[in-house]
DNA sequence: ACATCTGGTATACAGCATATACAGGGAGAG
DNA sequence: CTCTCCCTGTATATGCTGTATACCAGATGT
């Protein structure tokens, strides 16, 4: 993947002088998405911030729904793993939170999610990392999917919904001053809304509880509910998936055969 | 709200005669989002297709983005209930299945909905609506309100998908041919994803489960789950919220008082 | 009768993505 | 060495976008 020689120049060639890079283009779009959001990214402003002209980026990019699309990949790729595995629940849990970490460090990256992703490598990556923890339940691979699929769906959601928070509070200083003065005109028609009013004067505002840490507890709730009803109780191979039949003494077993568990012990070698 | 002057010309003006009109520029603008998306819409094309001049606009609305947001809430404005009410579960469902139904009708909400979203009347009415329901259940003010903010981002969450994939699927026929067809460079590291490999294998894709029913029940579920720890067995009043002391014998009570009785069958009258 | 306001128009400008034409430099062939 | 061709970067132009500014006709108020 990485040209050795592109990657030397992007490394040595520094200030400017050495020629213009995919990579030099996709990390200066990266780093005015972080600083400014994905409207900031502009075909000008990124060939300016590299010192070319705007024509110049179409030698190297196709245009910028590409430009993005590898933007996006690229910064996916920046991402530490999850540590050692510690059951299905906490496993996903931890997922989940990296996910939200780094939506955090990358927020542009939810204003482009609607669109149609065109996977890359390290999309494809961590889709992998959590079909292998979720696989360990032993559902069914149809629900194993879905239940992935649910749980990254949901960690962008909540993603965007804490960085439109913290968003406007900082650029707002307050924030919540600013939600309620807009609520001032709602005022005169309470009367139409007697639910809101009565949560609003029971405090039901005051605090709120953290959208991600709440929503993360009941949808693993739901999926355990869901384990519970469909998985009989064996224990499954964390390497094939095949059904392990249980040792009568000693320690239990976790992979179904020796060439699983060779497989395994090789895997976490690398 | 409506001001009737207005309204009359709104509806008998029709031809185009009658001068422009806020609803007129609104509702031009809604079509031309429901037929080609939100991207489509500019002021020149809503000054056309009313036959005015793009600067006309100005003299009624102060800027795209406020056209935006009145589309948004005039959009909502015509929605149907949810008929009578048959427990916070059901409720629940058949609130956010309406909302996909919506977001169905109207799929360019989805793309502004990342946006500060200033809320609008008939979005506060939806809101009370599923507080409403959801304070039936006898959680406390701040968990209901973060119940009804995670089943609100599911739904707008599963709705994205949805819409996604059968746009796409009418754009390029098949859709799945497509998306498999991206998958092909796949093939060739393959090896480095073993869970995804024997998911695939398995015939984990070919008949993916519905995003929106599979996620709902999972949702509900985990909701269910926290009532079943959070809530004292307490049937609670669905207009005032207090604790109903229960009827020994006969019918059991409904409401804690002669007065929420009346109020609820004065709301329900109207 | 005159001033002011309202609603619609025409033109202009800055920003955007990108198509097209062109220029210099290096590689390879004759 | 020269000629050609490709690769890379540049300059210019087109057609979008939102909107500022200036203008103009007619209605209304005084």
């Known amino acids: 993947m990485a040209n050795p020689e592109r990657s030397t120049e992007l490394l040595w060639g520094a200030k400017g002088r050495g020629g213009l890079n995919l990579e030099r283009i996709v990390r200066a779009g990266i780093e005015l998405a972080d600083a400014e959001g994905l409207a900031a990214v502009s075909m000008r402003r990124v060939a300016e911030r590299l010192g070319y002209t705007t024509m110049s980026l179409y030698r190297h990019v ?23 595995p510690r059951g299905w629940r906490a496993d996903t849990e931890a997922w989940a939170r990296s996910g939200l970490e780094f939506y955090r460090r990358h927020p542009w990256l939810l204003e482009s999610a609607g669109v149609r992703h065109v996977p890359g490598p390290n999309s494809i990556a961590g889709f992998e990392q959590a079909l292998a923890i979720v696989a360990a339940t032993g559902l069914r691979p149809a629900q194993v999917v879905a239940v992935v699929g649910l749980v990254g769906h949901f960690v962008e959601s909540a993603a965007r919904e804490v960085v439109e928070t913290t968003r406007i509070e900082r650029r707002t200083g307050v924030g919540h001053d600013e939600w309620w003065g807009a609520r001032d005109s709602l005022y005169q028609h309470l009367d139409r809304y007697p639910t809101l009013t009565r949560i609003y004067e029971e405090g039901g505002f005051d605090e709120p509880l953290d959208p991600f840490e709440f929503g993360l507890q009941r949808v693993l709730d739901g999926i355990e509910a869901l384990i519970r009803d469909e998985v009989r109780d064996e224990t499954r191979c964390a390497v094939c998936g095949k059904v392990i039949d249980p040792a009568e003494t000693g320690r239990p077993r976790a992979y179904c055969s020796r060439a699983c568990q060779q497989k395994a012990y090789r895997r976490r070698k690398v």
């Open 62 to 84: 196709p245009g910028k729904a590409e430009l993005v699309d590898l933007m996006r990949d690229t910064a996916l790729g920046t991402e530490p793993d999850l540590g050692p």
